[in-house]
């Protein structure tokens, strides 16, 4: 697992083994916080070693979202308090029994993995005051419902989780909605943002990969849009080149263009489904 540091005491971790999927530790005068949790427990504990070879005791755990890749190793913080969007809480509640187990009867490295619930929870945003460190927590929907920034405040760096990938990724979740977050994110002061996966942005980076993120989705809705009024298959929808929608299909080791294709086909889905209820206006 890659491990980099980013500002006075401030850290990213990046998965080695699921799509570059990083978690954050932030230290402070009165402990560390933790900023998702990894979805393997070997790496998890990578991270906390890190965490107790240093003295520190961990004050908080943050999931951003409910999504196992960045909430799965939140077990092993049992003794610390876990905060989260209060739809973090109560999709985990109600799906994330489920989930696991299929994970589990798929993934062995998961075995070991247990359900934990947000024990802290918000709506908006909320702030947390620790030590020299003060922590905006800010809804950020759109990759979910559930999904939320941890900015922080003195080192004016933003750990965005799938608010902010190298592809925007809105399967399951609301374009508009993502766009949104995407403009409240471009109204902040920042250095840095933690990515939910790939590299870290730079602030010399920001505005262009902000500008780049919104481009994209207006630009796979009005090509989706174009592809289902036509009453052409998919695969047509499939074949839209993502270059076209201004991004790369180079990070993540490629993964992106899969997820681009995933966009694709729910976007067209979700066209599709307007059209046969009524009448043909997409909106």
């Known amino acids: 697992m890659l491990r980099e540091r980013i500002s006075e005491e401030i850290y990213v971790f990046t998965s080695d ?43 908080y755990v943050i999931n951003t979202h409910s999504h196992a890749d960045h909430a799965n190793g939140s077990y092993l913080f049992e003794e610390t308090d876990l905060v989260a969007h209060q739809l973090c809480r109560e999709i985990l509640r109600k799906h994330g029994e489920r989930v696991l187990e299929e994970a589990k009867s798929e993934t062995p490295e998961v075995a070991d ?34 999904s939320i920034g941890v900015y922080v405040q003195e080192d004016k760096i ?19 909605a993502m766009i949104d977050s995407l403009r409240v994110i471009g109204q902040l002061s920042l250095e840095n943002i933690v990515q939910g996966h790939g590299e870290v942005i730079l602030r010399g980076e920001v505005e262009e990969a902000i500008k780049t993120s919104i481009l994209y989705l207006e630009t796979i809705y009005e090509k989706v849009k174009e592809v289902v009024e036509a009453g052409a298959p998919p695969e047509s929808a499939a074949e839209i080149n993502i270059e076209q929608c201004g991004k790369s299909r180079i990070p993540l080791n490629g993964l992106v263009q899969h997820l681009h294709e995933a966009n694709l086909l729910y976007l067209y889905d979700l066209m599709t489904a307007q059209v046969e209820k009524g009448p043909s206006m997409i909106i």
């Open 17 to 59: 083994l699921y799509a570059q999927v990083t978690a954050g530790v932030i230290v402070t005068s009165r402990g560390a916080v933790v900023v998702d949790t990894l979805p393997f427990p070997q790496e998890t504990r990578e991270l906390l070693a890190f965490v107790q070879e240093r003295g520190l005791r961990v004050s």
């Open 113 to 146: 993995v247990q359900l934990r619930l947000p024990s802290i929870t918000f709506d908006q945003e909320a702030i947390l005051h620790l030590g020299d460190r003060t922590l905006h927590l800010i809804s950020l929907p759109g990759h979910t419902s559930d």
């Open 158 to 176: 933003l750990f965005a989780s799938d608010a902010v990938m190298p592809v925007p990724y809105i399967v399951e979740g609301d374009r508009a």
